[in-house]
Each structure stands twice: as structure tokens, then as C-alpha cells.
């Protein structure tokens, strides 16, 4: 508590600093292009909506019932333990940079492995924590190697995971004992940077591994680690489908997964290795199974729905293949589950339109839910949020589009300017969750924000998310523009002022209606988006390249060649006609700094008007407090310049 006023406290004389000073300053980590200097005049009131905290599940405590939680109080995401719900929470970590994925040892508790990269390079390194003398130790090379999937085995003395330091490209399966380096050993040996680990088996002699090919596909192996020989289980023959693992079954007799095999939507299935069959368990499901996780009896199997962008929770009783869903569960959306040792508590993390994501509690002896973190807002005013509203229109093609539109607050009147904000993926869906800080653009400025789901969004099925792929990536692009028409026809939305925004992929999205509908925007605004898709392809890090080529289309193809620069928004810089803000992470693996830079360069030589952001201790988008407020401060700056006036 004593952490939180001096943070509070430091806020507020930050705060009035700025507010004595005429402008907010611009820190030596950021480079900027072209942002006006902004005025602190109403720092006091944006910072309303800067202060929300989080938090998500990150581990049970393997003989009591307490856990670890990501959260932030400073800068940075951090570990945190929670002794029970509504404990305090203790910060254990205390790095520059954020903490990511982090495990209890299985067998006593005493240490904790983590995973931290450097400035947002995404080149995951594994740590040991040492809870009696908090000392810290780097377990893989601290090189240019992306590390992670740490999977426990079922003795608790060995973790598998993968890593990419064989030769930057292909992602290895190696084991290592945590307490001793030197037993790091590589077991297996892939092609690809698209491997996972799902399991151990219960002997400790086979692992489950999964490749992923694509969004749509996907291959289930089993890897023998004393002859290092991984043999494909599912499908036994090449087929555009996808097999994603949970674990193997306690008796040893086969593996729950789920797939899209016969289905639009993902099934939890149950695959015999005896008999090759597969049994579908949740045929009269009409959504995507997103994933599960067994008990550690193997007695039940705890599942998540996808229902339209909301979750649905289900426990299912392994020995009937019988599932319930939990009930009085509030509409939002569910990640990180896991059951606690004995199998009777299962842990989530769950957010809604009017809470931040917070840490609960699924308890199977009693059916409640019981919360164990309750995040602070920070001085926001909840009370003035309305529900997402579920919205659809057609498209040119006569197909239906939809996605969530968050309204301006009731105090304003009048038709209200609108944010089309697209998200990035390709493959990924808008849900209905917290906007946090965006819900100072609803609540003080009276702007409405739509959230599409365009063609190639997952979560509507296996045939709409193909929609988009290769000769198809401009179809999506058309979605925006018929929305851009639907908004016409609402009589409380302005047609005459819509912004464009997204990131990544979002951001080629944002860069592409940008030139397409000039005429119809006021402005947009690109966070690390793609501005050509064969630079793209060539830079983006080779553990990624091949998957997505996949997605977008393999550019050393001259046809695909030729049609990426025909539509890359890099080349088309001459029908961008609005005012443009580009914001960039120097560090970024994904969307290389190069994409931003490009585009900037030729936005600045034909004359056109461009705001131009870059952290340089930033990767795929900004993680940072620091950088994300002054971020938000100069596209507040932007928004009032370019879309309400």
C-alpha cells in the first residue's frame, strides 16, 4: 500500500511539473518527426485514464494455494505473488524491461523460471528466480535466440523447451534441468519456426510437440526422447486442417486436442492411438474450442468458447465425456486457465467492457467464483461506460461483416465523429474487453470507435478466415470501405469525421484504406504497420517468414511480387491525401522499423503531412509506461488537430 501513494504521489508532482511547464517533454529514447510540441494544459485530465492497472494468472504455488500474478506498479510489467484472494501483492521482479510467461517449480515452490527479452526484440531468454535469496540466473544463451514454451515434466526435475539459437530459423525442442545449466541438452531437431510443446507423457518418455503451417493448419507429433525420433500422429496424411493439443490422456491411451477436421469451428476431440480414431466431444458447440488444460488427475478438462468474440467456461468430466458450463459467469473473455495441484480450483484471468483483466477463481468442490485480484482503475469514472453493441453490414460482395461499436458517452449530442480501429493478425478477432486509456476518446471527446472484424478475422469459422489470403488481401481492405458506407446511413455517427487506426497487420490496413478512401477519412493513425509487403517478407526475423508467407503470399514469386507492390500503400503514398501518424518501435522483429521509416520518407518527399514517432527501446508496439503515455498524449494532440477540428 505504502508502494502505491508514493506512486500516487509521484504522479501527481510529474503531473504538476507539467502543468507548470508549457509543454511535455519528449524523453531521449524517443525519436520524433514532425509532433508539435505538446501543451501540458490538460495532462491532469488525461492521466485520468493513463493510471488503470491490470492483471493476469501466471502460476499456482505447487503445495499451497497461492499464486503469481503479472502486474504493474512503475513502468513495466512484473511478477507479483498473491498469498490469498484480495492479498496483497508482493513484487518479486523488478527489471527495466517487462516479465513475461513465468512457472513455480512443480515439487516445492522454491524458484520460479521467467522469460524477459531486451527493448522489445521478442528474443525471449529463461531465467531462474530463487525465492529464498532472490538471486536471478540466465538458464539459455542471452544471444539473439528466441526461448520459451516452458513445459514441466511430470517428476518436476526437467522442463522441455524450444528455442531458435541453433540458427535463428528453426525452432529445436531441448531439455534442461533448471538447477543445473549444464545439463541443457538438444533433443530434436525441426524445420520451421512454427514448433511447440504441448505435454510430457506420464512416463517422462515422449513429448506431444505441434507444428503450426498456418492459422487453418496445423500437425500433432509424438517425440521419443531417447531415440530423439518424432513421429506425425495427426493428420497421417497432408490436409489443410488444424490439430492443436491440450495433453496427453493419464492412462496413456491418447490425447485430447482440438480440431477443425469436418468443421468450420474447432471440436474438442479425443484422439486413440490404438484405433487412429478421433471422437468429437463438443459437436453441439456451433463456436471455436480455443483451448483446455487437463487437471492433474486427469480426471476433468477445463475448456474455453469462443461465442462471438465472448467466452464460455466448461468443465468437462473426462471418465462420460460429459461437460457443464460454469455458471454466473459475467459476459467477457477468458485466458490463462490452469488448475491448481490438487485438480479442485481451476485459475483464470477475465476481462469485460468495465473492468480491467483481473486474476479469479473456479472452484469445483463449491461452483463459485471467487476473485483474487481487483485491479485499480486508477481516477477513471466506470460509471459513465456503456456496453460494446454488436454491429454487422454487408460488404461488396453480399457477405456480412461485423464487429463491436463503442459509443461516446450519452453527455454529448449530435452526430459523433468515429474511430474504425482494426486489429492485427491477420488472424486475430476484436473482442469485447477493457480500452482502458481509449476510453478517454469516448468519455472526453465524444468520439464512437468501431471495432471490425473483417474478412480473415478468426473466431467466424475456417472459410472466413481464408478469405483474405495471397490475390485476396485487398477484399478486406473493401470491408473497411463498405463500413465506411454503413456509417453514412447511422444517424449518430459522423460520416465527415472518421479516423483510420490499427496495429500491424492493423497498420497495413490503416495504410491501405488510407490511399484507397482518401475521400472518405479526415485522418489515420499506423502503429507498426506493414507499408510493403515484399520488404516486409524479406526483414521481418526468419523464425516467422515461412508462416507468413502462408498467410500473405510467398514474394519471391513474381506473380505475388508484382502484385505486392502493386497494392503496397508504399507505393501508393500519392493518393494519401489526409494528414498521417506513424508510430514505430525501433526494436521490432515482427514489422521491422525499416516498414515505418520507408513510409514516412515518402509521405515527407510528395508533401504530405506526417507525425512521426519511434521508441528505441520498443518493439511490436509500446510496453512501457513511459513511452505508451506520451504516445497517447501526442495522438491525443493529433485527434484534436485533425479530426475534431
Not at 539459437?165 to 543445473?180: A, F, M, V
Not at 475456417?462 to 458506407?485: A, Q, Y
Not at 506493414?530 to 508462416?547: G, K, M, V
Request: some cysteine; hydrophobic content about 35%; charged content about 25%.
Amino acid at each position: 500500500m505504502k508502494t502505491l501513494q508514493l506512486l500516487v504521489l509521484f504522479f501527481a508532482i510529474l503531473s504538476g511539473i507539467y502543468a507548470q511547464q508549457d509543454i511535455i517533454p519528449v524523453a531521449d529514447n524517443l525519436v520524433t518527426k514532425n509532433i508539435p510540441a505538446l501543451p501540458a494544459s490538460d495532462i491532469t485530465e488525461i492521466n485520468n485514464y493513463t493510471e488503470s492497472r491490470s492483471a493476469s494468472f501466471a502460476s499456482w504455488h505447487p503445495l499451497r494455494k497461492e499464486m503469481l500474478i503479472s502486474t504493474r506498479f512503475a513502468n513495466t510489467n512484473q511478477l507479483h505473488y498473491v498469498k490469498m484472494p484480495s492479498g496483497a501483492r508482493k513484487q518479486i521482479t523488478f527489471f527495466d524491461e517487462p516479465v513475461y510467461t513465468a512457472k513455480f517449480d512443480p515439487l516445492k515452490g522454491e524458484y520460479i523460471l521467467f522469460l524477459k527479452d531486451n527493448g522489445g526484440d521478442e528474443f525471449m531468454q529463461i531465467y531462474r528466480l530463487d525465492l529464498a535469496t532472490r538471486s536471478v540466473n540466465l538458464l539459455t544463451d542471452g544471444q539473439r535466440s528466441q526461448n520459451g514454451n516452458i513445459t514441466w515434466n511430470h517428476k518436476g526435475d526437467q522442463i522441455a523447451y524450444t528455442s531458435t539459437r541453433r540458427n535463428g530459423k528453426d525452432r529445436d525442442i531441448y531439455i534442461l534441468d533448471p538447477l543445473d545449466p549444464s545439463s541443457d541438452k538438444l533433443i530434436v531437431e525441426n524445420s520451421g519456426g512454427g514448433w511447440g510443446i504441448v505435454d510430457w507423457s506420464a512416463d517422462n518418455s515422449r513429448l506431444l510437440l505441434q507444428e503450426q503451417i498456418s492459422i487453418n493448419e496445423s500437425r500433432l507429433y509424438i517425440a521419443d526422447l531417447i531415440s530423439g525420433i518424432k513421429t506425425r500422429i495427426l493428420p497421417e496424411k497432408n490436409e489443410r486442417t488444424t490439430f492443436n493439443g491440450i495433453g496427453f490422456s493419464n492412462d496413456g491411451k491418447g490425447i485430447y486436442l482440438t480440431t477443425t477436421r469436418d468443421n468450420e469451428f474447432q471440436r474438442l476431440a479425443f484422439f486413440h492411438f490404438a484405433s487412429k480414431k478421433l471422437k468429437f466431444l463438443t459437436s453441439t458447440i456451433p463456436w471455436n474450442v480455443d483451448g483446455g488444460t487437463l487437471s492433474k488427475d486427469g480426471k476433468q478438462l477445463a475448456f474455453v468458447t469462443n461465442e462471438n468474440g465472448l467466452s464460455g467456461l466448461y468443465i468437462l468430466q473426462t471418465s462420460l465425456n460429459k461437460y457443464q458450463a460454469v455458471p454466473e459467469l459475467p459476459p467477457g473473455v477468458i485466458q490463462s486457465i490452469e488448475w491448481t495441484k490438487d485438480s479442485r480450483s481451476l485459475a483464470f484471468t477475465f476481462t469485460s467492457y468495465d473492468s480491467s483483466s483481473d486474476v479469479y477463481e473456479y472452484n469445483t468442490d463449491t461452483r463459485k467464483i471467487i476473485r483474487w485480484t481487483e485491479s485499480e482503475p486508477g481516477p477513471m469514472d466506470l460509471s459513465a461506460l456503456q456496453p460494446p453493441r454488436l454491429i454487422s453490414w454487408t460488404t461488396f460482395d453480399g457477405k456480412t461483416i461485423s464487429g463491436y461499436l463503442y459509443k461516446a458517452s450519452s453527455r454529448f449530442v449530435g452526430k459523433r465523429p468515429v474511430i474504425i480501429n482494426i486489429h492485427g493478425g491477420p488472424e486475430g478477432q476484436f473482442r469485447p474487453t477493457f480500452l482502458g486509456r481509449s476510453y478517454y476518446y469516448t468519455n472526453e471527446l465524444g468520439i464512437s470507435i468501431i471495432y471490425p472484424n473483417v474478412r480473415g478475422s478468426t473466431g467466424y469459422g475456417k472459410t472466413f478466415t481464408d478469405l483474405d489470403n495471397g490475390m485476396n488481401r485487398m477484399e478486406s481492405v473493401k470491408d473497411i470501405g463498405s463500413l465506411l458506407d454503413w456509417i453514412a446511413t447511422q444517424p449518430e455517427l459522423d460520416a465527415d469525421r472518421i479516423m483510420i487506426t490499427g496495429g500491424s497487420y492493423g497498420g497495413f490496413m490503416t495504410l491501405a484504406v488510407s490511399y484507397m478512401y482518401s475521400d472518405k477519412i479526415r485522418c489515420s493513425v499506423d502503429l507498426v504497420g506493414i507499408s510493403n509487403f515484399n520488404t516486409f517478407l524479406r526483414n521481418t526475423e526468419a523464425y516467422r517468414r515461412d508462416h507468413r508467407r502462408a498467410e500473405y503470399g510467398d514474394e519471391r514469386e513474381p506473380e505475388m511480387t508484382a502484385f505486392f507492390d502493386r497494392t503496397a500503400p508504399l507505393n501508393n503514398t500519392d493518393k494519401i491525401k489526409k494528414p498521417l501518424f506513424i508510430i514505430q518501435g525501433g526494436n521490432d522483429p515482427r514489422v521491422p522499423a525499416s516498414e515505418s521509416i520507408q513510409m514516412k520518407e515518402k509521405i515527407i518527399e510528395n508533401g504530405g503531412i506526417v507525425w512521426f514517432l519511434m521508441a528505441k527501446d520498443e518493439g511490436h508496439g509500446f510496453r512501457k509506461k513511459g513511452n505508451q503515455d506520451f504516445q497517447f498524449y501526442s495522438t491525443i494532440e493529433f485527434i484534436k488537430q485533425f479530426l475534431l477540428n
